[in-house]
């Protein structure tokens, strides 16, 4: 069978006396990086007697076929680098075809930044949705954000302590700089912290530059806030005060946690039907 394995996001005592176990006796490992997984078997106290195999996002398909075929006659355990393989992590592709295959999988459960990060928000969590990492690029990261701009549920991301800034900005442009949200930093480790309040707050505390591998966490869409449709009135009405139709959009957008850009066209609309 195939093994997925949970390893540390950072404390490594946090490693199962299950995931230890495996170390130990599997005769077949998947790494994401076989350089990490010695030094995690190292700093256990583990020595490893297993035949390695290297399974990251670049090899992944090429090696699918030949680890199926150990799998199907032995175990095989799965590790990545941090957390659960196959979130965000190398994996999903081997499973799939492992259950293409009629493969039996199993799981030995652990760390995880994701439900980590949601657990210590504070932010509702009995409805989630986890994306990933955000896009590289400012304006498919804009896009993404618009997509979910209406989204319910709490949101969970992957962000880089080099990104975090632009995205938090991204976000707030996006779903309104009152939105609530965290980003939790480094957790288990030694300077684990995890920062709370609105999107313009959290912007400010990004401008300090903060390190460290980062979860960012921002509120769903509340179903009783005002629909955006109903805020083109209240924009118009700044404007007739001499207000700009950008600072009349940021405005009312933020006040009510919607979408400036959504909002902003929405007037437009407005303005272009009613004219005679």
Do not use: C
């Not at 680098?81 to 499973?95: E, I, K, Q, R, Y």
């Not at 976000?171 to 949200?181: D, I, K, P, V």
Request: aromatic share 4%.
């Amino acid at each position: 069978m195939i093994i997925l394995a949970a390893t540390p996001i950072g404390n490594l005592s946090d490693a199962s006396p299950r995931l230890v176990e495996h170390l130990k006796i599997s005769k077949f490992i998947a790494a994401e990086d076989t350089r990490s997984l010695l030094k995690l078997a190292n700093n256990l106290g583990v020595k490893l007697n297993a035949r390695l195999f290297s399974l990251h996002e670049h090899n992944e398909s090429d090696r699918i076929a030949q680890i199926l075929e150990i799998a199907a006659e032995e175990d095989l355990l799965v590790v990545s680098d941090a957390g659960m393989p196959t979130v965000s992590d190398p994996g999903f592709l081997l499973v799939r075809a492992a259950v293409e295959a009629g493969l039996e999988i199993t799981v030995i459960p652990g760390p995880s930044a994701v439900l980590s990060a949601l657990a210590v928000s504070g932010l509702p969590t009995d409805r989630f949705t986890f994306e990933g990492f955000l896009p590289r690029k400012q304006g498919e990261r804009r896009k993404a954000f618009e997509a979910l701009s209406r989204e319910p549920r709490t949101m969970v991301f992957f962000e880089s302590p080099h990104r975090i800034l632009e995205s938090l900005e991204d976000a707030a442009l996006t779903l309104g700089e009152n939105r609530s949200a965290t980003v939790s930093r480094e957790l288990t480790k030694k300077f684990e912290h995890t920062e709370r309040g609105p999107l313009s707050s959290l912007i400010e505390w990004a401008k300090t530059e903060p390190k460290g591998e980062m979860v960012l966490v921002i509120a769903g869409a509340e179903a009783t806030v005002t629909k955006i449709e109903d805020l083109v009135s209240q924009v118009l009405a700044l404007i007739d005060e001499g207000t700009r139709l950008k600072e009349a959009v940021a405005e009312i957008a933020g006040a009510n946690g919607a979408s400036k850009s959504e909002l902003y066209q929405l007037v437009l609309e407005h303005r272009k039907e009613s004219k005679p």
